[in-house]
Structure formats: structure tokens, C-alpha cells
């Protein structure tokens, strides 16, 4: 069974989805541990109901960020994991944490890439851009992570609608409820079933 380990920094309603879609046996997989860079991560919480191991590894404990990802590889590695979440996880990591988990990192992130993406659009920043914009569609998509922020293999996008009177909180609610739930745990469930197939930077499907 795929050992799947998680990186969070909030409240953890994506790493819930994962959580409850393993729960329903929609996922061929475990989560064997959850880890955030936040002490207080609201998701660690979720973890801990679900008797998941979690662990707090901040860059603050480590004289250099070379050593935070190592503590970080260390740690995954041990326990074998074959599949790294980004579940709202907000570090942007380097090329040294990409190379040792090669196409086995995925996240979620809440807009159609390659729209209001990279470095700088997080929570509710990107929603104020899409709203800004004017754009009367944005959604989610759900990539493998490569060395670069958002600039992975598209595994999964899903598009909602943006409404007339639509504030960043209310769409940030929206493409959660309508896209990021669902996304994310199906583009697990089809790792976990090795159902894709990178090449060339495109995600392919196989059955
Ligand atoms: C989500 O909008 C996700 O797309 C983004 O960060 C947010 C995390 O929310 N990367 P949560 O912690 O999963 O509730």
C-alpha cells in the first residue's frame, strides 16, 4: 500500500478530503505522517484525530535552509514514503527536495495554471488577482512539483464559476467546496493506482 506523508501550514481542509476519501476506501494508500512548518496548524489537529503520526519541522530549527530540507528528506525517507502532499503547505522548497521525491510530489493549488500562480500568489492573494482580473472562470489544479513554485505536470484541473458580487473569501470558498476536494483526492486515488505517466512534462493516463 502507498505510505503517502503530508506538508501543511494551516487549516488542513485538503489534507481533511484525503483523510476521508482513504476513510471511504476510495484511496489505496495511508497517510503515515503529517507534517507542518507551523507549530499551530489547525491541520496537525485533524492528523492527530485520525491517530496520524505528525511532527513540527520548521526552517527556524535548522541554521540553514539546506539543512531544513534535509531534516525534511530525512524524514520522509525513513519512514518510506512513496507519495509527498502538499496539502496548503506554504515553504517553497528547492530543487534538492524535487530530485529526491522525482514525480512523487504532488499540490493543490487554487487557480487554473498557468494563471495567477508562482511565487507570491498564496490563500487569499490569488483570488483577489483572479477577481481583479475579471476572469468569470478560475478553479484549481493539481500538479506534480518540480523545482520551481507551480510550474509542475498538470495531473488535474477543475474550472468554477466566478459570480457577480463574488468577494476572495467567498471564491476561496467556492473553488475549495467545487474544486480542490474533489481534485485532490482523485488525483491521489490515481497515483496510489499508478494510473500516471509523465513524459515530457505532460501528465498521461493510463488504464
Ligand atoms: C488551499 O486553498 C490550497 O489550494 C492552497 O492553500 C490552501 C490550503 O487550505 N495551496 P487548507 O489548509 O487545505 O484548508
Not at 181 to 187: G, L, M, Q, S
Request: with cysteine; proline share 2%; net charge neutral.
Amino acid at each position: 500500500m502507498l505510505k503517502i506523508g503530508v506538508l501543511v501550514s494551516g487549516g488542513g481542509t485538503n489534507l481533511q478530503a484525503i483523510i476521508d476519501a482513504i476513510d471511504a476506501g476510495k484511496i489505496n494508500g495511508e497517510i503515515v505522517a503529517v507534517v507542518s512548518n507551523r507549530k499551530d496548524a489547525y491541520a496537525l489537529e485533524r492528523a492527530k484525530k485520525h491517530n496520524i503520526e505528525t511532527a513540527w519541522i520548521s526552517k527556524k530549527q535548522f541554521v540553514s535552509f539546506d539543512e531544513y530540507e534535509d531534516a525534511l528528506i530525512d524524514y520522509f525517507k525513513a519512514k518510506n514514503v512513496g507519495l509527498v502532499i502538499f496539502a496548503g503547505f506554504m515553504v517553497i522548497l528547492t530543487s534538492k527536495f524535487a530530485d529526491a521525491f522525482k514525480n512523487k510530489i504532488i499540490n493543490i493549488h487554487p487557480s487554473l495554471i498557468p494563471s495567477f500562480c508562482g511565487k507570491g500568489f498564496y490563500g487569499l492573494k490569488v483570488h483577489e488577482a483572479a477577481l481583479a482580473k475579471g476572469v468569470k472562470v478560475t478553479g484549481a489544479t493539481v500538479h506534480f512539483v518540480d523545482s520551481e513554485a507551480d510550474t509542475g505536470p498538470i495531473i488535474l484541473q477543475k474550472a468554477v464559476e466566478v459570480k457577480e458580487g463574488d468577494t476572495p473569501e467567498i471564491l476561496q470558498k467556492r473553488v475549495m467546496e467545487q474544486a480542490e476536494w474533489v481534485i485532490f483526492p482523485e488525483a491521489v486515488r490515481l497515483f496510489a493506482e499508478e494510473k500516471l505517466v509523465v513524459e515530457n512534462n505532460i501528465v498521461r493516463r493510463v488504464d
